[in-house]
Structure formats: C-alpha cells, structure tokens
C-alpha cells in the first residue's frame, strides 16, 4: 500500500504550520522528514495517520493493506505511549483486544512480537521498570502487533540517550532488513535520518513546504558511521538547513 | 444679660455632672456584677420583670442577661464560672454536673400544677384521624423529643408511669430541636408531643395538630428551678440570698397580674409589653402578645421548691441509666434560700 | 602580624585536609517508634494530671475513664448495635454517594455538555453544610434511614465528582491519542485508558469522602437515630457523660483510621503500577 499526499496544508488558528505538501510513500521504504522545529513535521504525521484532518489537500491511501493487518497507519510516539498501569504483555494486548480474535491467536501475535523485538522475558514487567530504550521497544513490538501496512513515527528516539539510540537504529535496520516494513519517519536529528531513510524529506521553516528531497541508495545495512558518502549527505542536508534552522531558532514561539 | 445666662448655666452643668458621677460612683462601688443566664421564653418572664423593674438594682445586684439558645450550655456556664445563676429544666445532663459536685438547686420557678395553664399533649393530625384519641392509646405510638435525657424525655416517661404502660412501648424520636420536632408532627412523622402552651396553643388554633390531653392530669411536675455554683451558695451565700429576693419579688409580680389576666387588662398589657423586649422580640408586639400571654404558666410562689418532685425526677434518670447513681437530691438542692416542700424523709 | 604585608615569595601551603561535608539534613527518614511513643506519652501525661487532680474531673475525664465508659459499652453489648447502625449508614451513604460521583464526575470529564452544566452546580452546591440541610432532608426523606443516609450520600458526592473530573483532566492526552491511534473504540478507552488513569485522584477522593462521611456522622444521627456512634455521642453529650462522650470519639477516630487503612490497602492493590 502506498501513500499520497497531495497539496496539504494546515494551520492551527492563524498560524499557517504546513503549505502545499506533495508527497509520495512507497511501500517497503522509510521516508524521513526532517526539518527545523516547529515547521510542521509532527503535524504532518498527524495527518497522515487520521488523527487531525487537514484544512486543504488530501492523504489518499493507493491499494489495499494485507488481509492480515489490523490497523493499516500505525504510530510509534516519541513518549512511548505505554499504559503505566499495564505490564508489558497487557499493553501489547491493549491493542489486540478490540479485534475478533481468540485468546490463543492473541497470545500467539503477543509472543511473536516480543520474540521479535527480543523482549520475551520482560513480558510481565510494568513500564517504570524499564528503560526509556526498552520502553520503545515495547512501543514498536505493540506496533507491529496489529501489522501495520505503513507505521508513523514521531521522534521515536529522541527521548532516548545517545548510546541507546545507536542501540535502536541497529534493532530497526535489523528489522527492516527482516520485514521490509514501510515506514514514516519524523526527526530532528540528521544522522538517523541518513542511517534510516531510503529518501529524505527537507522541510523549510514555518510554514512547512518540501524544500528538498534527498534519495540515499545504499543499503540499510551498510550504513556504518565512517562510511564517507553518508557523511557526506548530513553535509549537504545540514547546508540546506542551516539557514532555515537560524530562522526558525530566532522565531517568536506563537507569537 | 445672655452671657451672664450661659455662665450660670454652665456652672450647673458641671455641679449636675459632678453630682451624677459621684452617684455613679457609689453606685458602681455598691451594685455587684452578677451574670443571669436566661433563655427568651416566657418561663424566664420573672427575671425580666425583676430587672426592668430594678428590683435587682435594689438589691445592690449590677445585672447582666447571658442569653443562650438551650439549656444544656446555662448549666456549662455555670459549672465554668462563665455565668452566676440560670433557670432551666431539670436534664439527665443538669444532674450529672450537679453530681460531680458544680451546682445547686436553690429555687423553683415553673411549675405544672393541676388546672393551671401548662404543657399540653397534642397528636398530629394524621394520627388522630387514625384514631389516636385519648392518652392511653400511648403504646406503639411515637413522641417527638428534643434528646435522650432532656425534659422532653423525662414527660414521655411520666405519661408511661402514670398510665401504668412500659415505657419501652413508646417510640422515641430525639430530633434535637423543637422546630424539627413541630415540623415533624405537622407532616405526621411523629405522632405525637408535649409541649409548652404558647407552643401548644399555635398549633392547635392553626390546626396543626390536636391537643389530647395536659401535662397535669398524669403528675404535678417541678419544670424549671434556679440553680447556682456549689462555690457561689458556699463563698457569696449573702449574694445568693439577695439574688433570690430579688427574683422572687419579680416571680410574685408574674403571678400577680398574668397568672390573672383578665382583672387589670392595663397591667396586663404593660406586663406583656415588658417581656416583650426580651421574648419575641423581633416579632411585632401585636403578633407577639397573644403567644407571650397564652405563655403564662404557674411559676412557684416565693420560688418554693418542690423538692419530693426534684428527688424524683432525679430517680427515674438514674433508674434510667442517664445519670449515675452515686448522689442523692440532698447533694445538689441548697435549701436554705427558699421555702422547700414535699420534702422526702 | 596583620600589618606585615603578605610576602612577595609563594604563600605556605596549607597542609591537605579533606573537603568538609555540606550536605547533611533536609532528609526526613522514617522513626517508626516516635509516632506511637508521643501518643503514649500525652496519654499518661494526661492520666497523671487526672489522677494527681491537676486535671479536674469535671473539665476532662481520665483516659482510663474513657476506657471504662467503653468497656461498659462493649460489656452491655451496645458497642455492636452501635457500630452497625453507623456501619450501615456509612456503607449505604457512601458507596452509593461515592458511586453515583464517579459517574456524575466521569460524564463531566468526557462530555462539554455535561461539563458546562454541572460544574456550576456542583460547585455551588459543594461548600453547603449539609447539616445545614438537614431539615430539608427530614421533610424528603423522612426522620429514618432516609435522612441519614441522604446526608451520607451528599457529604460524599460531591468531593468523589470533583476528584473523578479532576482525575480524568489529569489523563495523559498522548495516551488516549495511542488509544485512537490504534482504532481502539470509545468505550474501550475510557474502560481501559481513562478509568484507570483517574483511578489515582478517584481514590484520594474516596480518602476524602470516607472521612467527611465519617464527620457527617453525628449531623445524620442527630435525627431520630436511637442507636449509633453519632448518637452515642451526641447523647453523652446531652448528659454530660464526658467518659462517654471521649469513648465515643474514640470509636469514631477508630472508625477513620480502618477506613484510611482499607483505603491505602486498595490503594496499595489497585495502584500496583505506580510504585
């Protein structure tokens, strides 16, 4: 299933956020948007996933999901979004149990996904027990319970510390290597967008239009930090920034 | 000619108020300060008169009305010292801080005679037309009153004893106040109350509710007394007596003209308009006169104390288990104030 | 020595010492004992002072009293037709208040409608005495249970309406976006993301509710109640009985105290998570 975005603009009161978004998601690729805060990234996402709805344009979803998926756009969120109140099984549960299906189906897809995620044995254990790193895990494995056909992630590591955070594009590029999922993927930091994204999406400051669009062609798993090439695109996407970040920065927030 | 006016009487001026000073001035070193704990019912009307009159004043008695609201918080107050006398009910509550030693009777005031004006016993409305008509019909019916251990309770008990039922049969409901306990027998949830006659009467004449029978006909009952503090008859019993002289001439007073009403209308009306400024007051006078009239209950003669009446009353508590039964009346009556009778060998 | 200027040459070196400690205090740590302790301390102080006759007996009663009083009740067997008469009270007033506030103040925190509606009534009815009503009441619900439980019933309504809004305002709007975010329905959200993230202020309500219940006790029995705590008290009260009167209160704190436990209990239970 691919996406479409054709000419989407918000605002929220009289502040115009997002302008004339064109945008296409292919199935099995990871699209980055980056851009300087406030110009829109999250409230793209937001839009994407039927959460908001956009003052102009339209998100139009091209084909069907796979049969078995149970909620087509799926998000990861910055916070993680875990019920404190609920252990690490029972959140993933949270999401299957809505659907028709059998208790022994639902206990098949839990475990399944916390082998996937290598969180088996945290099953039982409640959210503050855990690291923000683990916490996101948990959040991805709850994504991939309800096989999403395109998963929306809003900053999904940037509550997490540096080293963690290599940790987690490791266990994603591991797993994209394995599933081939489709994927949004909304951050700030250049460097994973460049370890993560087949294409990037540039955004200019507030309000939001695609300034440009960066295609990286080498495989996932051969994008190691010394590779001299990669270096090279966070330069140029850094030069492209720059400027719109210093505007942005110097901006009045909601004035 | 006008200045030499003014300097005379500017000059008298000065000789007045040196005079009226100097009268204030013994008057103040004379008059004592004795604190009366009263409540603004019609029952209190003899220290009103007493007062308004100057009786107290002739005394050498510096009087000041303590009001409150119940009885209860009077026999505190004097127990703490706050208040030097009070006329309320006998209660389960009076005689356990009599018990202990804080306070004597020294006087009665009003009492339930035969014939004489006093507390009726009236029914709702609702339970007459059900055929509650006649005093014996008492058990398995319900009686408003105020708490366990008030007067209220104490008259229930005597209606019981002097029809010769248990008293067990009788349904209690304590509703803590006198309006509650009207409210209730409007709307039929008690069945029936006793209560003072201006009280009684409104009612009735409204019809509201209906009377069945006296007070009177079951017992003759000491209501209220005047006590005092066990350290007041001990170190101030000159004071005390002055106190009760000058009360009693308030109480002959009462009984003089509204225990009479019909023979002086004038003194009547005067006597009326006296107590008045202290019961129903935020009434209109016209409004207020006939219930203060119709309050008009027998007070005791010379405030004779009827003590066979007090020791009684003080059993049946303690048989009730309200009071504790380590006292008899001779520790709480001080009798050497008044005349007493009916005294119990 | 002061007026010597310093010397130009280097300065003598202090000989090392370590770095002195700044950090001690402002950290409260549990003394289990000292609560208790205090507690019989005052007690005996109070004893001593009755029994030595610093204490009148006509102001306080000796604490052993007041024990006394109580023994006597438990002897006599009133203790229990007391305590369940109130028990009873409290349980129908209570729960059902507590109940029907959880609901009114759920209803507030999900619908405008209801919030606009009944958030100024319910903030105007709140801070009314219900004593203060009582009359009203009898003229309801009649001088039985009726009364007594209404007072119950109102006395913790309103604090449970205020605490369960509260509490639902407090959700963590992200979570119930994830909840949406995964087509979870309305009802599921509130039964699985709602309820139990209000659950926290829900409780301490109840905290709140118990407790005023438990004061409104003695306003609800002043009505026709020929047995419970309130009127126990209320009737050493008439009497001046003060024994009594102090074993009464006893028993009402006691009651607080089983109420605060069972509380913190479920608490404890329900509340597993946040520890």
């Known amino acids: 299933m691919n996406l479409q975005m054709q000419n989407i603009g918000h605002s929220y009161e009289d502040l115009q956020v997002l302008d004339g978004i064109d945008l296409h998601i292919d199935e099995g690729q990871i699209v980055c948007i980056v851009g300087p805060s406030g110009c829109g990234k999250s409230t793209l996402l937001r839009l994407i996933g039927g959460l908001e709805v956009a003052d102009s344009g339209t998100v139009l979803m091209d084909g069907e999901p796979p049969e078995s998926c149970l909620n087509p756009l799926t998000y990861v969120f910055q916070d993680f979004a875990l019920l404190p109140w609920r252990t690490v099984e029972k959140n993933i549960s949270l999401v299957l149990e809505d659907h028709p299906l059998s208790p022994a189906a639902r206990a098949t897809i839990i475990d399944d996904v916390l082998r996937r995620t290598h969180l088996s044995e945290f099953k039982d254990v409640f959210p503050r027990q855990l690291s923000g790193g683990m916490k996101q895990r948990v959040a991805i494995a709850r994504a991939l319970a309800v096989k999403p056909a395109v998963m929306l992630m809003d900053e999904p590591l940037s509550a997490l510390d540096s080293q963690t955070r290599e940790l987690l594009m490791e266990d994603l590029v591991d797993l994209w290597g394995r599933e081939r999922f489709t994927a949004v993927y909304v951050t700030h930091n250049l460097s994973e967008a460049v370890r993560l994204g087949h294409r990037i999406v540039v955004l200019s400051r507030r309000p939001g239009r695609i300034c440009e669009v960066v295609d990286i062609d080498t495989p996932l798993d051969q994008r190691d930090t010394a590779n001299p090439e990669l270096a090279q695109k966070v330069k140029i996407l850094w030069q492209l920034l720059h400027d719109e970040a210093r505007a942005a920065d110097r901006e009045l927030a909601n004035v | ?232 008859t001990k170190e101030k019993s000159d004071l005390v007596g002055r106190f009760m002289k000058a009360y009693g001439r308030g109480v002959a007073d009462f009984r003089r003209v509204m225990l009479d009403q019909d023979k002086d209308p004038a003194a009547t009306e005067a006597m009326t308009k006296l107590i008045h400024k202290y019961v129903y007051a935020s009434r209109p006078y016209a409004k207020a006169a006939p219930s203060i009239k119709s309050g008009a209950i027998n007070l005791n003669a010379g405030n004779a104390l009827d003590v066979g009446d007090v020791d009684k009353q003080l059993k049946w508590f303690q048989a009730q288990k309200l009071v504790s039964s380590g006292f008899s009346v001779r520790d709480i009556v001080d009798l050497s104030y008044v005349q007493a009778y009916n005294i119990p060998n | 020595m002061s007026e010597q200027p310093p010397s130009p040459a280097s300065p003598p070196r202090p000989t090392p010492h370590p770095v002195p400690f700044r950090g001690g205090g402002f950290n409260p740590r549990p003394l289990g004992i000292v609560g208790p302790l205090v507690f019989v301390g005052l007690i005996g102080l109070w004893e001593l002072g009755s029994q030595t006759g610093v204490i009148g007996a006509l102001f306080l009663p000796a604490p052993s009293e007041a024990f006394a009083a109580l023994n006597e009740l438990f002897q006599s067997g009133f203790l229990w037709k007391h305590l369940s008469a109130s028990l009873q009270r409290l349980a129908m007033g209570w729960s059902l208040g507590s109940l029907a506030g959880v609901l009114v103040g759920l209803s507030i925190g999900l619908f405008s409608l209801a919030r606009a509606g009944l958030v100024p009534v319910v903030s105007a009815l709140f801070p009314i005495p219900k004593i203060a009503l009582l009359p009203l009441f009898i003229i309801w619900f009649g001088i039985g249970e009726g009364s007594k439980v209404a007072t119950l019933f109102f006395g913790s309504f309103f604090p449970t309406v205020i605490a369960t809004y509260g509490g639902v305002d407090a959700v963590d709007r992200g979570l119930i976006r994830m909840g949406q975010s995964f087509n979870l329905s309305w009802l599921s959200i509130v039964r699985k993301i709602v309820l139990p993230g209000a659950l926290p202020a829900i409780l301490s309500g109840c905290r709140i509710s118990a407790s005023i219940a438990i004061i409104l006790l003695v306003a609800a029995e002043m009505i026709g109640a020929e047995f419970g705590v309130g009127a126990y008290i209320l009737l050493a009260g008439n009497l001046m009985a003060m024994d009594q009167l102090i074993a009464g209160v006893v028993l009402l704190s006691s009651m607080g105290l089983i109420v605060a436990f069972l509380i913190g209990k479920a608490e404890r239970r329900l509340l597993r998570w946040r520890r």
Do not use: C
């Open chain 2, 1 to 232: 000619m006008k200045h030499r006016l003014n300097a005379t009487w500017h000059r008298s001026l000065i000789a007045g108020s040196a005079l009226a000073l100097i009268a204030l001035g013994t008057l103040a070193q004379a008059a004592e300060v004795v604190n009366l704990g009263a409540l603004r019912f019609t029952s209190h009307a003899a220290g009103y008169i007493a007062y308004e009159k100057g009786y107290f004043r002739d005394q050498g008695i510096d009087l000041k009305f303590k009001f409150f609201q119940a009885a209860q918080p009077v026999a505190v107050a004097i127990a703490s010292g706050d208040v030097d006398f009070g006329v309320t009910a006998l209660t389960g509550g009076f005689f356990n801080l009599a018990g202990k030693g804080a306070l004597q009777v020294i006087g009665g005031v009003w009492h339930e005679e035969k014939g004489m004006n006093g507390s009726a016993i009236l029914v709702s409305n609702k339970a007459f037309d059900a055929g509650f008509k006649t005093v014996d019909q008492f058990p398995g019916k319900s009686i408003g009153i105020t708490q366990l251990g008030s007067s209220f309770h104490y008259m229930a008990g005597q209606i019981a004893e002097a029809n010769g039922f248990d008293f067990k049969e009788i349904k209690l409901k304590p509703l803590q106040k006198v309006g509650a306990i009207i409210g209730a027998l409007k709307s039929g949830q008690v069945d029936s109350f006793i209560i003072a006659p201006h009280i009684a009467k409104g009612l009735v004449n409204a019809g509201a509710a209906k009377q069945i029978g006296w007070l009177y006909d079951y017992a003759p009952y000491q209501v209220t007394t005047v006590f005092t503090s066990t350290k007041n």
